[in-house]
């Protein structure tokens, strides 16, 4: 608790910001929670329509209402939760699968999966990650990303070893704690996509 004067400040347990719920342990499973229950809501209010829609079009409703929900955020805020965290979501995308294709439960949602070109739920978070870390490398991404990446060939204390031929990168090494705390999002950028850098387009990821 804070005291401020005559007025006690007590700390939340969950905080919402940019539309994103952020507990006190920063798991994110509320965050989770709440998106999975929106997406059910939604895909139980297209079920009523979709006897009178076609596969393209519920599959444009579906992206536009669920899909934009589950990738919402999701590099930064899914990045590195375990699968059973992730499964909820995984769990809506399944369903608004079978949705769009007018699947039953028994049926494999997998083929459903390829059939439509989605990607799951932790394909979907570290392609975002490869592809944010791919504008890096070409130097188009902001400012706040590149200066967090150092690339090995410009790094002086590596520029003899084999790696400086690569495409590899490394992270900035920051003066303070604080600093190693707010770099935590460009690290995981590092960690998966070290083979995606030598794209010498970016329509290569689409």
Not at 170 to 184: D, M, N, P, Y
Not at 195 to 202: K, N
């Amino acid at each position: 608790m804070l005291q401020l004067g005559s007025t006690v400040i007590e700390p939340a347990r969950v905080v919402c910001d940019l539309g994103v719920l952020l507990d006190d342990e920063l798991s994110v499973k509320q965050h989770i929670s709440k998106v999975a229950s929106i997406c059910f809501y939604q895909l139980r209010r297209l079920r009523q329509l979709r006897c009178l829609l076609g596969p393209e079009v519920t599959a444009q409703l579906v992206s536009a209402f669920i899909m934009s929900r589950v990738d919402y955020c999701n590099n930064t805020v899914l990045a590195g939760l375990p699968l059973t965290t992730l499964e909820p979501l995984q769990r809506v995308q399944n369903a608004a699968a079978r949705l769009v294709l007018s699947l039953n439960l028994r049926d494999h949602v997998k083929p459903a999966l390829k059939q439509l070109h989605w990607l799951p739920v932790v394909c979907r978070v570290w392609y975002k990650l490869c592809l944010l870390m791919h504008h890096v490398h070409l130097g188009t991404a902001p400012h706040y990303l590149t200066d967090a990446a150092q690339s090995v060939t410009s790094a002086s204390r590596r520029s003899g070893l084999r790696s400086a031929n690569t495409a590899k990168y490394v992270k900035r090494c920051t003066r303070t704690k604080f600093g190693e705390c707010g770099s935590a999002s460009p690290a995981q950028l590092l960690g998966c996509c070290q083979t995606t850098c030598s794209a010498v387009q970016t329509r290569t990821f689409f």
